[in-house]
């Protein structure tokens, strides 16, 4: 049987694959709470005949571990006290597909639940923005969004680059690269097969391209509903990452991987559709711009709440290293019309208007930054939250403007006092997600030597 072009399958198109022997293994996996792909493989006809219909089960304290996999102390959910038990994971079967970069693999993303009750499990990421995308829904809202990630790339393997503690490493380029083709060229051998995979494995992809940093890339993926685009994200990460391993490299998501190079970013986009078409068109005028009051009041809310939900935008120690001035990260709270020093930067028209946010960065959990974008987005239409004016020129010389928050430590506080982080996300999940940024934090604060690029290099 010919695999499918768009990479997604039917059960009746895997159990073909798995007759033809075309498809030995299903990865069975969910995004914890730093954005990773945790999970196991299944023997694929053992899968069709159990676990596709029953599900299978996880340790609780995978949504509780840090990034060592160590059992932290003071959270809710899972503990000594509770015996660890198990979460049920329950196959999304929308989103088995073949993972083309791995031998005769297929992949399928799970939402984790309760063993006993089957209720999901609030504090799971994916948990999280699926209560946001039904909210939209019950507003009569489709949210559809991308997350455009960049990333550094380098000669030595990751073993290498471990056992050199991070130090001394060869990155791809020697001068900066953005848009350069020669350059481009010089990492076909990387990016050529990493487009390849991730279209033929449900990840549709636009571009890749030369960025501003020594070996520093970007490639784009395909919008789609916020859910699935989430959902491209991890998988675009495990895929690369794969890639490098099998060809003696390494590449990192890191924030800020050095001090004088360019952080990297996950530029965010969203829009909404309503009754079949988007809702941000209309006859409004803000600033330079043609708008629906849905649009105007959606941008209210998602900058007014940035420092409710900052914390999803930037989730560790090295995230806040990204925003420096003139350093294409932003540093103010603020809209502009394509300008790129601004945190909100409009672009698009008519159909294609759409806001792209540049606070996160490839460090993100594409799930939480999704459920605070859309969350906040929301209540802006919901109370009509008007945006800032529209700001023209260089927002790094506007003192004036408000900043963003500027540690792990102000960022957490921020959320876990935030009444609308509650309202939105509940108390438990707040308090879990407090509890796990700072425990990040905690860590850093008795680290010794190089502990962000030990900590953050490889497995963010």
């Not at 997350?147 to 380029?173: I, K, N, V």
């Not at 941000?280 to 409710?308: E, Y």
């Not at 560790?316 to 709270?333: D, F, G, H, I």
Request: glycine content about 8%.
């Amino acid at each position: 049987m010919t695999l499918p072009r768009d990479g997604f399958l039917t059960l009746k198109q895997l159990t073909a694959l798995v007759n033809s022997d075309e498809i030995d293994t299903v990865l069975v996996g969910f995004p914890d709470l730093y954005g990773r792909l945790m999970g196991k493989r299944f023997d694929a006809t053992f899968f069709l005949e159990t676990a596709e219909r029953q599900g299978t089960h996880c340790c609780d304290y995978l949504l509780t571990v840090d990034m060592e996999m160590t059992p932290v102390a003071g959270y809710d959910l899972a503990n000594w006290e509770s015996g660890y038990g198990d979460f049920h994971m329950v196959p999304d079967l929308s989103s088995l597909r073949v993972a083309s970069w791995l031998e005769k693999t297929a992949l399928v993303i799970c939402d984790l639940h309760n063993g006993a009750t089957a209720a999901p499990i609030d504090e799971s990421p994916r948990a999280i923005l699926n209560r946001q995308v039904a909210a939209a829904s019950k507003a009569g809202f489709d949210a559809l969004g991308a997350s455009e990630l960049e990333y550094y790339m380098f000669e030595d393997s990751y073993r290498e680059a471990y056992t050199q503690h991070y130090d001394g490493l060869q990155p791809t380029g020697w001068y900066l690269e953005d848009y350069d083709a020669l350059q481009g060229t010089r990492v076909e051998r990387f990016n050529q097969p990493a487009r390849r995979h991730l279209a033929r494995s449900g990840v549709p992809v636009e571009t890749s391209k030369g960025e501003w940093g020594l070996g520093q890339h970007e490639l784009n993926i395909r919008y789609a509903n916020v859910l699935e685009m989430a959902d491209r994200h991890i998988i675009f990460k495990q895929c690369l990452k794969e890639i490098a391993d099998s060809l003696g490299m390494s590449v990192s998501f890191m924030a800020k991987y050095a001090k004088d190079q360019a952080g990297s970013s996950c530029h965010v986009h969203l829009s909404l559709r309503a009754d079949g078409g988007t809702a941000f068109t209309g006859d409004q005028t803000l600033g330079p711009i043609r708008c629906s009051n849905i649009f105007k009041w959606f941008l209210g809310g998602w900058i007014a709440h940035v420092p409710d939900v900052m914390v999803f935008y930037a989730p560790n120690v090295n995230s806040y290293r990204r925003y420096q001035e003139k350093s294409w990260a932003p540093t103010r709270l603020a809209w502009s019309h394509d300008n790129r020093t601004a945190g909100f930067r409009v672009v698009g028209s008519g159909e294609s208007l759409r806001i792209e946010c540049r606070l996160p960065g490839a460090d993100c959990n594409p799930y939480l930054v999704f459920a605070g974008s859309l969350a906040s987005g929301l209540d802006g239409v919901a109370n009509k939250i008007e945006p800032p004016p529209h700001f023209s020129g260089d927002l790094y010389a506007a003192t004036e403007q408000p900043s963003v928050p500027s540690s792990l430590e102000e960022a957490t506080e921020l959320f876990e006092t935030s009444p609308f982080a509650r309202s939105v996300f509940g108390d438990r999940v707040v308090q879990h997600y407090a509890h796990f940024f700072k425990t990040e934090a905690s860590a850093y604060d008795v680290s010794v030597g190089n502990w962000e690029r030990k900590r953050y290099f490889e497995r963010i």
